[in-house]
């Protein structure tokens, strides 16, 4: 059903007399419809003083109630007419980030509006804050996260490859009240790990590897997202320790910085000096985090050209990284929530080192 304070929390934000969203996770967060029309038209049409309608496909019919007026459209109805028809003429027209040129240019060329602007920042502002229901379900999400990762170090045995270990991962997520990945899991063997984006392949595993998972679940459509780094049968080396001891070192004490007002810039600086002042700052290379929800990596991040302040209800991640391919790859995460007068870390999975045998 249509959750009319997150709609009017974005109408209060947006400077827009009507605002059209065509990203299916905004609708799907406004009213709880999972809608994706490929390349066909999918709108939501909102405005201060107005009931909100959707458009959608006739392929798409569906009969349950959402509180919002559906107005079904076929193959041969245009953008710009039916919007011409809901609104006539309007002062300031908002339209998000994701609505196709092939819509958006008749649209414009219609003169539906005397000005047109980019909506999805009232609508992203809004949804990085998140209300009490959805708090409940990540929080859940990030415990199953923390139960299965536990279950995933129980796949790494001798001569197992990385693909074979992450075909068997969706199973334990269902078995633990999970419904879909969050993100294709990353599994990475020894040198795969100082590769921040490796997909799982044909690696056998060997003694003294680095096993590294980067994992995350949906419950209830609701993302989590982890990482940690194991070793495999084999103490590290004291190179090796030192290293991962920078990573956990920048982890804990940018989560220690979290709290609302603090510029995210200003955190990812926290982990990117400890890794910087311990000689490894150039194998540091990403943004220290981004924010998640409906959807893995959602508008907002914790990087060093991002100047937003954090609010309370905001959940981001926390996931330094130090990848050295002649020394060690290595990446530990958890999920922060801003909270009242300071955070909470979503994961529980210890951060120390630790060896599966």
Same mark, same amino acid.
């Given at each position: 059903?249509?959750?009319?304070?997150?709609?009017?929390?974005?109408? %209060?934000?947006?400077?827009?007399?009507?605002?059209?969203?065509?990203?299916?996770?905004?609708?799907?967060?406004?009213?709880?419809?999972?809608?994706? &029309?490929?390349?066909?038209?999918?709108?939501?049409?909102?405005?201060?003083?107005?009931?909100?309608?959707?458009?959608?496909?006739?392929?798409?019919?569906?009969?349950?109630?959402?509180?919002?007026?559906?107005?079904?459209?076929?193959?041969?109805?245009?953008? %710009?007419?039916?919007?011409? /028809?809901?609104?006539?003429?309007?002062?300031?027209?908002?339209?998000?980030?994701?609505? &196709?040129?092939?819509?958006?240019? &008749?649209?414009?060329?219609?003169?539906?509006? %005397?000005?047109?602007?980019?909506?999805?920042?009232?609508?992203?502002?809004?949804?990085?804050?998140? /209300?009490?229901?959805?708090?409940?379900?990540?929080?859940?999400?990030?415990?199953?996260?923390?139960?299965?990762?536990?279950?995933?170090?129980?796949?790494?045995?001798?001569?197992?490859?990385?693909?074979?270990?992450?075909?068997?991962?969706?199973?334990?997520?269902?078995?633990?009240?999970?419904?879909?990945?969050?993100?294709?899991?990353?599994?990475?063997?020894?040198?795969?790990?100082?590769?921040?984006?490796?997909?799982?392949?044909? +690696?056998?595993?060997?003694?003294?590897?680095?096993?590294?998972?980067?994992?995350?679940?949906?419950?209830?459509?609701?993302?989590?997202?982890?990482?940690?780094?194991?070793?495999?049968?084999?103490? &590290?080396?004291?190179?090796?320790?030192?290293?991962? /001891?920078?990573?956990?070192?920048?982890?804990?004490? #940018?989560? #220690?910085?979290?709290?609302?007002?603090?510029?995210?810039?200003?955190?990812?600086?926290?982990?990117?000096?400890?890794? +910087?002042?311990?000689?490894?700052?150039? /194998?540091?290379?990403?943004?220290?985090?981004?924010?998640?929800?409906?959807?893995?990596?959602?508008?907002?991040?914790?990087?060093?050209?991002?100047?937003?302040?954090?609010?309370?209800?905001?959940?981001?991640?926390?996931?330094?990284?130090?990848?050295?391919?002649?020394?060690?790859?290595?990446?530990?995460?958890?999920?922060?929530?801003?909270?009242?007068?300071?955070?909470?870390?979503?994961?529980?999975?210890?951060?120390?080192?630790?060896?599966?045998?």
């Amino acid at each position: 059903m249509l959750k009319r304070e997150r709609m009017n929390r974005i109408l %209060d934000r947006s400077e827009a007399d009507v605002l059209l969203i065509s990203d299916p996770y905004a609708i799907w967060y406004l009213c709880e419809k999972r809608l994706f &029309p490929g390349e066909r038209f999918l709108g939501l049409l909102i405005g201060k003083d107005r009931e909100p309608v959707l458009f959608l496909n006739e392929l798409f019919r569906f009969e349950e109630e959402i509180g919002i007026q559906k107005q079904y459209i076929t193959d041969t109805d245009t953008a %710009d007419r039916l919007l011409k /028809d809901a609104i006539g003429h309007t002062g300031i027209l908002g339209v998000d980030k994701t609505l &196709p040129a092939r819509f958006l240019l &008749p649209v414009m060329e219609a003169g539906i509006a %005397d000005r047109y602007i980019n909506g999805s920042p009232a609508v992203d502002h809004t949804r990085a804050v998140k /209300d009490a229901e959805e708090t409940a379900l990540m929080r859940r999400s990030s415990q199953i996260n923390d139960m299965a990762m536990e279950r995933f170090k129980k796949l790494v045995r001798p001569q197992v490859t990385e693909k074979e270990v992450a075909a068997q991962i969706m199973d334990i997520y269902l078995e633990l009240g999970a419904h879909d990945f969050s993100f294709p899991p990353i599994v990475a063997f020894g040198v795969n790990a100082a590769d921040p984006h490796h997909m799982p392949d044909d +690696t056998v595993l060997k003694e003294g590897d680095t096993v590294l998972f980067d994992v995350g679940c949906k419950y209830s459509n609701y993302c989590s997202d982890m990482t940690r780094t194991f070793f495999y049968k084999k103490e &590290p080396s004291a190179e090796q320790k030192r290293v991962y /001891d920078l990573v956990r070192r920048a982890n804990e004490e #940018a989560e #220690a910085a979290v709290r609302p007002g603090v510029r995210l810039c200003d955190i990812d600086s926290i982990a990117r000096d400890i890794i +910087t002042e311990g000689g490894f700052g150039k /194998d540091f290379t990403h943004r220290l985090g981004h924010f998640i929800g409906l959807e893995d990596h959602e508008y907002g991040d914790v990087s060093q050209s991002f100047e937003d302040r954090t609010e309370a209800g905001n959940i981001f991640s926390i996931e330094p990284g130090i990848y050295n391919k002649e020394i060690l790859g290595c990446r530990i995460e958890d999920l922060v929530l801003v909270t009242e007068d300071g955070c909470e870390v979503l994961n529980q999975y210890p951060h120390e080192i630790e060896i599966i045998e």
